[in-house]
């Protein structure tokens, strides 16, 4: 089942900051942010395994809910290459040993000088 | 640094026709995934392998869509015969194995079925 991203789109100044959701009602194992420019294949951005995991990337970074099945996208001071769309991928158990990466409809992210 | 490696980047196919798509993953891969991605809209799963098996198809159009990976190591995605609504971008993506590990996209192969 496909996870839930909100907000579909933010405008940024640059130097503020953002967050985006990613929520899912099946129990996740991990999950997955990608970034994407248009035109361009989605490139890796972290990966999030454990419940209450935190992780960053320069100025990027995420946090993981296990119990709640969410995690958030946090843009700290953004620049202007962080303009793209978001994707959450969320790592589900879909039976017989094998799990299922779907990802969300996508957040997009301008950041406008 | 190893990338996941796809061709064509673009093709342009009749409606009626068949079309193919081919996908070489990061040496070692176990796990390969196959995703349409309409235009403003996230990646949408078709087919998952682990090592030359079909895990996942249940997204996958069986009555033209087809999936094979021979050897456990590349792999090609058919269509056939394509419809106007199969435009998008196929992507490629490979990850050791299992859930808890990063998963990888080639640059993808953008249809146009006129």
């Known amino acids: 089942q496909q996870p839930v991203q909100s907000p579909q789109a933010v405008i940024l100044r640059e130097g503020e900051d953002a967050v985006i959701n990613c929520s899912s009602s099946?129990?996740?194992?991990?999950v997955h942010w990608y970034r994407q420019k248009h035109g361009e294949a989605p490139v890796f951005l972290m990966i999030?395994?454990?419940?209450?995991e935190q992780k960053g990337h320069d100025k990027i970074s995420a946090s993981f809910n296990e119990k709640k099945q969410q995690s958030s996208l946090y843009l700290t001071a953004s620049q202007l290459s962080y303009s793209g769309t978001y994707f959450c991928?969320?790592?589900?158990?879909?039976?017989?040993?094998?799990?299922?990466?779907?990802f969300g409809k996508g957040t997009k992210l301008s950041v406008i000088p | 640094e190893a990338e996941v490696a796809q061709s064509p980047r673009y093709k342009i196919t009749e409606k009626s026709q068949a079309v193919a798509f081919w996908c070489d993953p990061i040496?070692?891969?176990?796990?390969l995934y196959w995703y349409r991605q309409i235009l403003g809209q996230g990646p949408e799963l078709l087919v998952q392998?682990?090592?030359?098996?079909?895990?996942?198809d249940s997204q996958l159009p069986k009555d033209r869509f087809s999936a094979e990976r021979l050897k456990g190591v590349d792999s090609t995605l058919k269509i056939q015969p394509a419809e106007l609504g199969d435009s998008a971008m196929y992507l490629c993506?490979?990850?050791?194995?299992?859930?808890?590990?990063?998963?990888?996209f080639g640059q993808g192969t953008r249809l146009t079925v006129v």
């Open positions: 040496s070692g891969h176990a796990t």
């Open positions: 993506a490979s990850s050791l194995a299992g859930a808890f590990t990063e998963a990888f």
């Open positions: 999030l395994l454990k419940g209450g």
């Open positions: 392998f682990q090592d030359e098996s079909v895990v996942d």
């Open positions: 991928g969320t790592h589900a158990y879909s039976g017989a040993g094998s799990y299922q990466l779907t």
């Open positions: 099946k129990a996740l194992y991990s």
